[in-house]
């Protein structure tokens, strides 16, 4: 089935550590990719996303993330987390050869930064 | 409006009431998503209007389910005879027709308690 896959549910990390959220998808052909982050009590917001071009991408507050065409994967990173960055991140993926315009999101990964 | 707005904010029900969640999407936005957010099972895809077309209903759980959108705007999820696992927050997106490479606007969400 076509799904998106987000391991590690729970992560917790200490001020200044490096955060890595693995991305996974089944879909095939052309998709379009994103991140976004729900701070605690507050709305998702769009955090990065991808559609073509360069294939590491820049978001809002340091995240980047990466697309790997080869292993479906579009991992989130950001080199040195801040207690500001606690919040549940998802994965999400729109596949255009299907021809829908939904997302399908992953599960989410919660991410506690200990000050 | 600004953005996308959702009311209720918080409903508590007794089993086996219905309920009436309300979605207002940012105007313009012919395209609107309802997706429902259970803890630790990321967002399940509900329904999605765009503009005139039939709806793509394929994400309602059952016939309990139903949505309606008037006037190609504000919409309305209409959750029959609720039952305790229907219990979550309700999510509405909207997004600019064919856009959805920009991504969604997603509103607050309605947290549905089923006692």
């Known amino acids: 089935a076509q799904s998106v896959s987000q391991h590690n549910h729970h992560v917790i990390l200490s001020e200044a550590a490096s955060l890595e959220l693995g991305c996974n998808y089944s879909?095939?052909?052309?998709?379009?990719l994103f991140w976004y982050v729900q701070y605690p009590g507050q709305h998702l917001q769009l955090l990065l996303k991808?559609?073509?071009?360069?294939?590491l991408v820049k978001g809002i507050k340091g995240f980047e993330a990466e697309f790997i065409k080869s292993k479906f994967s579009f991992n989130l990173r950001k080199p040195s987390v801040q207690w500001s960055d606690t919040a549940e991140y998802f994965c999400?993926?729109?596949?255009?050869?299907?021809?829908?315009?939904?997302?399908?999101f992953g599960k989410g990964n919660q991410v506690v930064v200990i000050p | 409006g600004a953005g996308v707005s959702q009311s209720p904010s918080n409903k508590v029900t007794e089993k086996g009431k219905d309920v009436e969640l309300r979605c207002d999407p940012i105007?313009?936005?012919?395209?609107l998503y309802w997706y429902r957010q259970s803890l630790g099972q990321g967002l399940e895809f509900l329904i999605y209007?765009?503009?005139?077309?039939?709806?793509?209903k394929s994400g309602l759980p059952s016939d309990r389910f139903s949505a309606e959108r008037t006037g190609g705007s504000v919409s309305t999820l209409t959750i029959q005879r609720t039952q305790q696992e229907d219990s979550a927050v309700y999510l509405c997106a909207s997004s600019l027709a064919g856009q959805t490479n920009y991504g969604y606007t997603f509103g607050s969400g309605t947290r549905l308690t089923v006692v």
């Open positions: 991808y559609f073509s071009g360069d294939p």
């Open positions: 879909y095939g052909g052309t998709v379009n």
């Open positions: 209007f765009q503009g005139n077309s039939a709806p793509d």
């Open positions: 999400a993926v729109n596949a255009l050869l299907h021809g829908n315009n939904r997302l399908a």
């Open positions: 105007s313009g936005h012919t395209a």
